[in-house]
């Protein structure tokens, strides 16, 4: 199987803290990794600076082949996060967040169709106009999924995407998960939800003060 | 009651330490020291208050007499109850709307759910906006008593006036103005309370509806008789009923017997006051009025881009369709964006941003001193540069969504700041255009400075948010703002060619302004992009 996610030397120091010790982790196509660990153990450390949403402090992040660093641009194209919380345009619907992002991705192409499927499936269709603040806790991050969804990747990190989910919810997204993982999308994702963590994922991982270890 | 009594006054005294504490004053500090400080305050602020309003006093004296000569008086008392009848329709609308007992979220879960009786609660909820109300209307008393006594000063040649005669003269209007205050406040107070205890429905509005018309025909008419319009003969009693209580203030009339007679009114119209109170519902009044409650906490402690974006919550409401939907793709899509969220951010705020930019473009043209112009820029770079990079901080406090699109960072921002510099150009050039055609003069020179320094100042502001852009933060959704310092730095970039423009006439001039303004613009552009680089 191809290498979808090569993680080298990866850290993130906050002046003397370490939140996030040198690590290396690789994921290969289809394959779906989940992260455990305590709160503030460095789960969430680790798959930002995956995103490079925090720049970090040290190692290189790969997906495809394409360096992080060199090729900026094609990782993105190619690497999707998740956040747990996730804040939102305050002037825009869960409808015209979702068009702006398949705007900027340039995959307008079938999109009524794809938005339309997605928000159906994760049940914010009746809701697409209204504005995200006005969304639950659970809401905002289905809005995050699919706004995840809604363009074309082969790396997903989530981090904890079941935290804020009804039962049912979980049931859809872990079905979605399953679709993407037969399509040859590489997952990691951080939960804390023991159903993920006994049926789900082909390697666990354990995250403790900023080390990563395999269970 | 005893417990709410205590409540109210801590919340009276809490109120009282923010604003003491502006000057660095500490309540709870019972030091001799301290103590001397507060007496340094009171004597300090009565001195800086009686200086302020004197001076306020020599123009307000000038313009009296300049609008209305020989009937300065008159014209004085018109104003005042001019502008009690504005404060008193806004205040009415306001308390129409929402309950005017305002309560704040801790008040919320703990006084409102308690049984308490309505009447006694809104009577001591009452005093701290009543006094907090009337500040503004004694300084304005007093602003006109002493107008007033300028003007009766150089009527009788006194050249130098002494301390006591303005004292007296300022503390007799602001006396008079206490108890119409206080009567115009309670029936405002009594009309929302009791419209909210009616649950604002059908016949409810009887009440509230004569209550404004008969107290503010008084105001109207008075406000007409003041400023010589002649009305029939039988509404004397009406239209002379104000003017003549202000007047005693103003020194005609027995001042004794006009307080005793306007503080009896006073007082009955806050039994008013309390007999509407009777339904009052405590939790109802902390449910409308908890949003404006905690605005102010917000506002009071720095987070008034929260208050902002509350407020932005509320006006969109709960949805929208978007109707136009292009099939613009890549950079395009901040175009769109940024389209979409100013159509719905239009308010009066943003067309003042407009006029002014359209007023500064007029400006350029009409001031041709150099001095007046660096002016003129230094206050359009303090507006420009948070009108120009909104969408920029808007578009960092949603890091996530910014950071995982597949575009250049130049690209981001170029089209981020597109739409707000390019409307900046269009309405500068309007007001130059516009100047040139009144004037016959076009600005050449500045026309073609303008593109390169609006670039300017938002590649200066855009730099300094990324500057102090922390990603930690950014991911909660907090976008640092623009500073003083970059403001200046921002207006000396855009100024360096108009100053060119002003030290070089003729074609150089022309030229080598343009070319500096694309080289700073460019530059700051690009400093900018590198910043956003390096956000860490």
Known sequence: MTERLVVTDLSKRYGNFVALAPTNLTLKAGETVILSGQNGSGKTTLLSCIANLVRPSSGTVSVDAFDMAISEIEVRKRLTFVPDVQHYYVRMTAWEHLRFVAMANNVLEGFDQRAELLLRELGLWKTRDHFPHNYSRGMKLKLSLTLAFIRPFTVLLLDEPTSALDEESVEILLGKLETLRQKGVSILMSSHNPLIKQQFGDRHFLVEDGVLREI | ?536
């Open chain 2, 1 to 536: 009651m005893r417990a709410i009594h205590w409540i109210r006054s801590r919340q009276e005294s809490e109120e009282l330490s923010y604003w003491l504490s502006i000057v660095s004053y500490n309540p709870k500090d019972r030091s001799f020291s301290n103590r001397m400080y507060l007496f340094y305050l009171v004597v300090f602020f009565s001195i800086w208050w009686f200086m302020v309003l004197l001076w306020f006093a020599n123009t307000g004296a000038n313009l009296l007499a300049l609008l209305f000569p020989g009937a300065e008086g008159s014209a004085a008392v018109g104003l005042e109850l001019g502008v009690l009848l504005i404060w008193f329709l806004t205040f009415m609308i306001q308390s129409l709307r929402r309950s005017p007992v305002a309560f704040s979220e801790e008040d919320a879960t703990l006084v409102c759910q308690m049984p308490l009786k309505p009447r006694t609660l809104v009577l001591r909820w009452s005093a701290m906006p009543w006094v907090k109300s009337l500040i503004p209307f004694l300084l304005l008393a007093i602003a006109l008593g002493f107008s007033l006594a300028e003007v009766s000063f150089r009527m009788e040649g006194v050249l130098e006036p002494d301390f006591f005669n303005y004292v007296i003269r300022g503390l007799r209007a602001a006396v008079v103005i206490i108890p119409v205050h206080l009567a115009v406040f309670a029936l405002t107070w009594a009309n929302g309370v009791w419209l909210m205890g009616h649950q604002r429905r059908g016949l409810a509005w009887v009440f509230p509806i004569l209550n404004t018309v008969w107290a503010g025909i008084p105001l109207l008419l008075g406000i007409l008789t003041s400023f010589g319009v002649i009305l029939p003969g039988f509404l004397d009693p009406i239209s002379r009923l104000l003017p003549n209580v202000l007047w005693a203030g103003f020194g005609i009339g027995n001042l004794g017997s006009v307080l005793l007679v306007s503080s009896l009114v006073g007082l009955l119209t806050v039994l008013c006051m309390v007999l509407s109170a009777a339904r009052f519902s405590a939790s109802r009044a902390a449910q409308e009025t908890q949003d404006q409650m905690t605005n102010r906490d917000l506002r009071r402690y720095g987070f008034s881009d929260q208050v902002r974006e509350r407020k932005n919550q509320k006006r969109l409401g709960t949805s929208r369709r978007a109707r136009w939907q292009p099939g613009w793709t890549g950079a395009a899509a901040f175009i769109w964006k940024d389209m979409l969220e100013t159509s719905r951010s239009i308010n009066t705020s943003y067309l003042y941003n407009l006029l002014t930019f359209l007023g500064v473009g007029l400006g350029l043209v009409f001031i041709p001193n150099l001095a007046g112009r660096i002016i003129l820029i230094l206050t359009w770079a303090l507006q420009a540069s948070k009108f120009l990079t909104g969408r920029l901080r808007e578009d960092l406090a949603n890091w996530v969504t910014l950071r995982q699109l597949p575009l250049e960072p130049e690209t981001i921002i170029l089209t981020d700041i597109a739409l707000a510099s390019g409307l900046m150009v269009l309405v500068g050039l309007m007001g130059m255009l516009g100047g040139g055609a009144l004037s016959g003069e076009f600005p050449l020179g500045e026309i073609l400075s303008l593109p390169g320094m609006i670039a300017s100042v938002v590649g200066v502001s855009a730099w300094t948010i990324f500057k102090h852009s922390k990603v930690d933060l950014l991911l909660v959704g907090r976008a640092p703002g623009t500073t003083e310092f970059s403001v200046l730095i921002a207006a000396l970039c855009a100024g360096i060619p108009v100053v060119i423009n002003s030290l070089l006439p003729g074609l150089m001039g022309d030229i080598f302004g343009l070319l500096a303004s694309i080289f700073i613009g460019r530059s700051a552009l690009m400093a900018a992009v590198k910043a956003f680089q390096t956000i860490e």
